[in-house]
């Protein structure tokens, strides 16, 4: 049996280019070799106040994205995480066994609601709600950003818990992350990783930014006050440009040497422009093509949730039955 791999990403914010060269394009490679699930986690990003309609057309654009990378629905389940009941059943389930502070010490959640007037009770629970998305598929690895690492830890607690308690009935998943891809960082600040929060104009060239758009942020990006590129003291901002052309090129280290050492900044920011503009520009393609059609993304996440919910239904009821849960079947 192929090993399962889930992760999860909010229909929150626009895809970039960090989260495509650090993850998405590294799942397409390998989705092959593995059992893949890819959560469209709706009601994660519910835990801040969603306007309706534009959530719902979120999570469309969320997964015609990802089928535009090359995710392949045959093979990998895309699903939005609302459409399978057993994640928040089973979230419920883990409130119960977890200590309130647990939750109170996660970084992010103390970031989350300092910048909130009124702090729901779901960003206290977020990681709760997470923690039951992979231990709903007793998924062994779960690629996620350094950002995510407390709540995998926290994950693997609340299992260890759950086990010694009831009984042994979860796998622990993994907190090592071998799908490491590029770590790309802000065009405006290359000291911070490029995020989807952040709000700056030029922060990161969104996977759906026009050509135009493109050139226009990469030319502006930050880079220091040497004149051109130097390989044995490159600024952080040079290597983040270098890092984003040879993660689009896949070009070897020696040819990336052979090309820019020494070329002014201008012509290094032109060149990158163009790497990600031709990049971009098949992904960009085929989600015009996906999207002309409605019905598509709405067959793939049927598709997606009819092939989990099964999976889903199993863990939920061994749940049940360990904890002494009222089933009918
Ligand atoms: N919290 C993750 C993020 O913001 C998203 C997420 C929700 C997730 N559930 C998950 C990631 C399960 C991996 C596995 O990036």
Known sequence: MKV?????????????????L??????????YDYESIFCIVDLHAITVYQNPQELRSNIHQLAALFLACGI??????????????????LAWMFTCVTPLGWLERMTQFKAKSEAQETIGDGLLQYPVLMAADILLYQAK?????????????????????FN?????????????????????????????KMSKSATGAGHA?????????????????????????????????????LNIHQAFTEWTDDQMRA???????????????????????????????????PSIITAVLKEGALRVIP???????????????????
């Open 4 to 20: 399962r791999v889930l992760s999860g990403v909010q229909p929150t914010g626009n895809l970039h280019i960090g989260n495509y």
């Open 22 to 31: 650090g993850a998405l394009k590294n799942w397409v490679k390998i989705q």
């Open 72 to 89: 392949d629905p045959k093979h990998s389940s895309i699903i939005a995480q609302s459409s399978v009941p057993g994640h928040a059943e």
């Open 141 to 161: 690895i779960v690629p996620v950003g350094d950002d995510q690492r407390q709540h995998l830890e926290l994950t693997r607690d609340i299992a260890q818990r």
């Open 164 to 192: 010694s308690q009831y009984g042994e009935t979860f796998v622990l998943p993994e907190t090592k992350l071998p799908l490491v891809g590029a770590r790309v960082m802000g065009l405006d600040d290359p000291t911070t």
């Open 205 to 241: 060239v969104a996977l759906l930014d026009p050509p135009a758009v493109i050139r226009k942020k990469i030319m502006r990006a930050t880079t220091d006050s040497q004149p051109g590129v130097n390989f044995e003291s490159k600024g952080a901002g040079v290597e983040n440009l």
């Open 259 to 293: 090309h820019f050492e020494g070329m002014r900044y201008g012509d290094l920011k032109k060149t990158v422009a163009e790497a990600v503009v031709d990049g971009l520009m098949p992904i960009q393609q085929r989600y015009q093509e996906i999207t002309a059609d």
């Open 311 to 329: 999976i889903a239904q199993a863990t939920v009821e061994l749940t049940k039955q360990r904890m002494g849960l009222y089933s009918l079947v």
